[in-house]
């Protein structure tokens, strides 16, 4: 008998181990895992942050030397430099992409999203997140945002500039100046789809650390982190 319930066993693992095998694009890709979600939120944080890292350093660059013609401005911003003079147009569009980079794509979704799932699981004693395919989806929006936001930085125009606040009527009227075109288009765009990746992950923290504590673990007992998460998240 023990023979028997040895092979079944044996068996039934075989055929989930088989049901389960992860290809690359399924591990490393479009994954469920809240690890590896993780991973792909930090590594996505970080070339943001260097972007935004990139303007702040021009940025400054200009503000040392305003005026004085930058062999470094003219081979970075083309036209938006011409003699390696900044356009003023570019420096406030500088000025709104880091801005949004710095506190969206990398304060609120790359560290929230990257330890909030890092973590969460793990410190409640949970195997994954409740939702593994919501957690994919919030990734993937937060990459298509990104990838949006980036993109506006080379429409013929210009970027959105309108300060990371996005002050009217620079925001609002078309003609205000260069950037309130298509570039501002594509930040209310980008803003739109990232605030869709950010509610997706929200649901995604505060459902699980309600309802997949593991046995014991009650809402008092909870680590601060963690309470720090939740809260965040409902916010």
């Keep these: 008998m023990g023979q028997v319930i040895a092979a079944a066993t044996e068996h039934g693992h075989d055929d989930g ?3 389960h095998k992860e290809t690359f694009v399924t591990k490393y890709i479009f994954s469920t895992d809240h690890k590896m979600i993780a991973k792909q939120y930090l590594i996505t944080g970080l070339i943001m942050g260097a972007i935004g890292i990139l303007m702040s350093v021009l ?4 503000i040392a030397n305003p005026e004085q013609p930058n062999v470094i401005f003219e ?3 083309g036209k938006w430099a011409p003699g390696g003079v900044m356009d003023p147009n570019i420096y406030l569009a500088l000025v709104t992409i880091h801005g949004t980079i710095m506190v969206f794509f990398v304060l609120t979704a790359g560290l929230s999203g990257t330890f909030s799932n890092f973590l969460i699981p793990l410190q409640i004693g949970a195997r994954d997140m409740a939702s593994g395919f919501l957690n994919m989806v919030s990734y993937w929006l937060f990459f298509l945002s990104s990838a949006i936001m980036i993109s ?3 429409v013929e125009l210009g970027p959105a500039a ?4 996005i002050y009217p009527p620079l925001s609002a009227v078309a003609k205000a100046m260069p950037g309130s075109g298509m570039g501002m ?3 209310l ?13 929200s649901l995604n923290y505060v459902v699980t650390v309600i309802n997949m504590r593991t046995k014991g673990m009650s809402m008092t007992r909870l680590p601060l982190t963690i309470w720090a998460f939740f809260v965040t998240a409902i916010i």
Excluded at 162 to 165: E, H, P
């Design 189 to 201: 765009v980008s803003m739109a789809i990232f605030i869709a990746s950010s509610l997706l992950g």
């Design 17 to 19: 181990h088989h049901h």
């Design 59 to 62: 940025m400054r660059m200009q």
């Design 162 to 165: 309108a300060g990371w606040t």
């Design 152 to 154: 506006s930085l080379f």
């Design 75 to 77: 081979a970075l911003l």
């Design 185 to 187: 288009t594509l930040w």
